[in-house]
């Protein structure tokens, strides 16, 4: 029988499949089909956040009930305390702090509160695939920042004021960013902020990745904990990185407390809370000396270092900068090819490698690559080895 057209919606019709994940799907059917296609992190969820899932599952009455919808008290004085860091007027656990499903569940909600349809974003060019598709979704229009490419994927501050105009609601930053790798400076951060002052923008910063900065962690700042800019930031954490638990799906949000009102409306009318059993797995993994971080910031430190060598001795295929933090590096495609969909396609094809196109990340992102070295260094080899095949010297 047919639906007589009555779906999709013409916005969820406009959307695209996430090419991240389109590629990996792909790769799936491919027998031995080699993927840098996804961030997801090799590492098992750390032992001792597991063990107090296990107790409170044996031994906690109330663990499979909702929470208030915006989380679990001592969760979010947890969390509290971790933001305030060196500050003691940091956020507060009830103004300030609302417990999500992950970032992009928090995204979603938070953006459902600041844009209405024909409103605009503005997105970094490339960004994270997802935040195009999240705008979109709220009938909102993507507005292109294009990072400047020739110096390592900075922010281009010249460009920024030019493109806000008067349906901007806000501007979001993620860094390290993906797909890039690029950390982004704090006189660079604190202009942004600057800009958004003087318009009236919403800064929201989308953080898997703060915890992996490679060479030098001085270089990361943390605009989100910049008391001048508070009242027009959304800080937006994910443990699904930082704790290997992506599928555990939690997060939260720090906001201004008349934000939070509105978020949780938009929360609470779609989720109404972050599962709870994950909420207790967050509280244990706050509590965490942080040896498990140091362990996976080493072992991608050293498949950086690997993905490197092998991307230099492909130099006539790629180029690259080198990524500063996260776990992504983002060639410009320099071996003959139409564009990043047909390459990726051809080399999924021929030697079972599976790449995500750059075009999937916004217009800069066309004739680039993004490889994802969260992998197995077999896996890196493997890849690389293949590739060297199809680009022979
Ligand atoms: C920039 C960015 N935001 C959000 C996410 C997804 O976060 P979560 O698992 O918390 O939804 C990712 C995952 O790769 C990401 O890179």
Not at 66 to 79: F, K, Q, S, V, W
Not at 152 to 164: E, H, M, Q, R
Not at 248 to 262: N, T
Request: glycine letters at 6%; hydrophobic letters at 45%.
């Amino acid at each position: 029988m047919t639906h007589a057209g009555r779906w999709p919606s013409g916005t969820v019709a406009e959307l695209a499949v996430s090419a991240i994940k389109g590629m990996a799907m792909r790769a799936a059917r491919i027998p031995g089909a080699v993927s840098l296609t996804w961030g997801l992190p090799s590492f098992p969820t750390p032992e001792p956040i597991r063990d107090a899932v296990a107790r409170a599952l044996a031994a906690d009455p109330d663990v499979g009930k909702y929470t208030l919808p915006d989380g679990l008290p001592e969760l979010r004085h947890a969390i509290a305390r971790q933001r305030r860091g060196l500050d003691a007027d940091g956020p507060d656990p009830d103004r300030n702090v609302l417990v999500t499903a992950g970032n992009m569940q928090g995204l979603s909600a938070l953006l459902r509160a600041v844009v209405d349809p024909g409103d605009e974003v503005i997105l970094t060019d490339p960004c994270f695939a997802s935040h195009i598709q999240q705008v979109r979704l709220c009938g909102a229009r993507p507005v292109y920042w294009t990072l400047d490419e020739a110096r390592g994927w900075s922010l281009d501050l010249d460009a920024l004021p030019g493109l806000v105009g008067p349906r901007t609601r806000a501007i979001v930053l993620v860094t390290p960013s993906n797909p890039t790798g690029k950390v982004f400076e704090r006189e660079a951060l604190l202009r942004v902020a600057e800009i958004a002052e003087a318009a009236d923008l919403l800064v929201v910063i989308d953080d898997p990745y703060s915890y992996l900065v490679y060479d030098d962690p001085e270089r990361y700042f943390d605009l989100g904990a910049e008391p001048s800019v508070a009242h027009r930031l959304a800080y937006l954490f994910t443990f699904s990185k930082m704790f290997a638990m992506s599928g555990w799906r939690l997060g939260y949000m720090v906001v201004p407390e008349s934000l939070k009102r509105e978020v949780l409306k938009a929360h609470d009318a779609t989720i109404i809370c972050a599962p709870r059993i994950s909420q207790v797995a967050g509280l244990a993994a706050l509590g965490l000396d942080r040896a498990h971080v140091d362990h996976f910031r080493a072992v991608l430190a050293a498949r950086r270092v690997h993905i490197r060598e092998r991307l230099d001795r492909l130099a006539h295929a790629f180029s690259y900068h080198p990524p500063e933090g996260a776990y992504y590096v983002f060639p410009r495609i320099v071996a003959p090819h139409a564009d990043a969909s047909e390459f990726c396609l051809r080399v999924l094809d021929a030697v079972g490698v599976a790449l995500t196109p750059g075009s999937a990340f916004g217009p800069s992102g066309e004739h680039h690559v993004r490889m994802a070295f969260c992998v197995s260094d077999e896996a890196i080899d493997e890849a690389f080895d293949r590739l060297e095949r199809l680009f022979p010297r």
